[in-house]
């Protein structure tokens, strides 16, 4: 922001050095940066590094020459174990603020020590390791390159939480639970861990209640008072008595006889049996009720189960994505070592830069650390590469020139050398296809220059050995002995088209 009197530079101040106006837009914007810079201070204080860093990012957002703030989140990021943003929030500092600067210390206290910055380093490794064995399905060796992560750095939030994640996983949820309120103890108000927690108690509760459902199982239902029906083999009754009884009584006595049992037994009997067959049906009933109130269980849990393991893959999905950004800040922190060594190792840092995605980078801050190299290095960067791939394509070392070359692009991707030296050393190596492509990217984005009538003489090299390939089919020795007469002229037009680029 400048003066609106005379147009002078105001920074970090709102009262212009040289005509003494005050703004009064630059003297709240500075006002407020300080308001967020002392919450993210208090916040810190009591290990809410989460709200710390929140406060601290609003606070360089209104004023991003706050070095005061951007050293302190640079503390917090140390703290936490994002060591490659913490060195990228200092070098920032020391840009805004070379002289008298706090950063400058915390830097080279760590270049001063290499054993930390290889520490640092392997903690990175471990834990992009992890994402290796993690990608390939082997969760165990997973879980033991977190633990060699966080021994090396015990608060390094983003492997506990991983590890938590896998633990949740393999359905250990105490484990889960434990690690992750061991990393509530490094930032108490962290929103992923709190988020996994309340995860694991929902699951972890659902999975006791259908437990206890179980436990109730199958209730067979048994009559304590069977009744059981008694059958004659047949309906004669014998009169067992061998008395002088005369036939009278012997009528009377059957006739009686055949009365009780129509009027008393025979109710009875049909009474038990309808009793019996009422239970029957009645157990039956609750028999299938039971069992669709298990299939209807059986469908909600499996349903229950598949939004789980559905949730649970997208996470792990999510991890693996988060592989590329783990080499990404790798890379960026080779890049930073190199930038912070001097300027000497520009070209150096320059090409690690080449291999990080910016888009891949998972913070606003650690994307600004990334331009900031990226404008310094850049032409050193791009200057060697192309003279590495130019001497690996004379060596013919094709597929070195073509990487050296592509991490060119990567810089910039309108390096027409290195457009035109990707499509020759595919061409060398006999892949057409992508020779074509690179050529014809260069005729047509590119038509007037120098590069573009080179690619242009090599496809219609290329064109004219296709044509002579078909027709050297019709004869024998004499049409391959132009054949390859033509294929040296061919590569000695290509080497002048190279020497004239």
Request: proline share 2%.
């Amino acid at each position: 922001m400048n003066c609106t009197n005379c147009n002078t530079p105001l920074i970090n101040t709102y009262v212009c050095p040289r005509c003494g106006q005050k703004d009064e837009l630059a003297r709240k914007i500075i006002y407020a940066s300080n308001w967020h810079y002392n919450q993210g201070l208090a916040k810190a204080k009591v290990r809410d590094m989460t709200g710390a860093t929140n406060s601290l990012l609003m606070s360089l957002k209104y004023n991003k020459r706050n070095t005061q703030a951007r050293n302190l989140l640079g503390l917090i990021y140390y703290q936490i174990g994002e060591i490659v943003n913490a060195l990228g929030e200092w070098v920032i500092s020391v840009h805004f603020q070379p002289e008298d600067n706090v950063a400058n210390t915390y830097i080279k206290s760590i270049q001063n020590n290499p054993g930390k910055l290889q520490a640092a380093n392997r903690i990175i490794q471990k834990y992009n390791m992890a994402l290796e064995f993690l990608e390939q399905g082997n969760m165990d060796m997973a879980i033991i390159e977190l633990k060699k992560a966080i021994n090396l750095n015990p608060n390094y939030i983003r492997a506990y939480q991983l590890m938590g994640l896998l633990y949740f996983k393999t359905k250990q949820y105490a484990a889960a639970r434990k690690v992750l309120v061991r990393s509530l103890k490094i930032d108490r108000n962290n929103i992923t861990s709190l988020r996994y927690i309340k995860e694991i108690d929902a699951v972890a509760g659902d999975r006791a209640r259908a437990r206890t459902r179980h436990k109730d199982g199958f209730t067979q239902i048994n009559d304590p008072n069977p009744v059981v029906v008694e059958e004659k083999k047949d309906g004669k009754y014998t009169d067992f008595s061998t008395g002088l009884l005369s036939i009278v009584n012997v009528i009377i006595g059957v006739v009686i006889g055949a009365a009780v049992v129509w009027l008393l037994l025979v109710p009875s009997v049909r009474r038990n049996l309808a009793l019996e067959y009422n239970q029957a049906v009645v157990e039956y009933g609750n028999l299938i009720s039971e069992n669709n109130r298990l299939i209807s269980s059986y469908k909600m849990e499996n349903e229950s189960l598949s939004s789980e393991n559905e949730s649970l893959q997208a996470q792990v999905d999510a991890a693996s994505d988060s592989q590329e950004a783990g080499t990404s800040e790798e890379n960026l922190y080779l890049a930073i070592q190199a930038y912070i060594s001097g300027s000497d190792s520009y070209g150096e840092a320059g090409v690690y830069l080449a291999d990080v995605d910016p888009d891949s980078l998972s913070s606003e801050s650690a994307q600004e650390i990334y331009r900031t190299i990226y404008e310094a290095t850049r032409s050193a960067a791009e200057s060697q590469l192309e003279s590495d791939g130019y001497q690996a394509f004379n060596n013919g070392e094709y597929m070195d020139a073509i990487d050296y070359y592509q991490k060119a692009l990567n810089l910039n991707s309108e390096n027409l050398d290195a457009l035109y030296y990707i499509g020759a050393s595919y061409q060398r190596m006999a892949d057409l296809d992508n020779a074509m492509t690179y050529y014809n990217r260069l005729i047509n984005d590119y038509p007037t220059s120098t590069q573009a009538a080179n690619a242009a003489e090599a496809v219609q090299e290329i064109q004219d050995n296709a044509g002579q390939d078909g027709s050297g089919q019709e004869s024998s020795t004499d049409e391959s002995g132009s054949s390859d007469g033509s294929s040296s002229t061919g590569q000695s037009s290509s080497d002048e088209s190279e020497s004239e680029n």
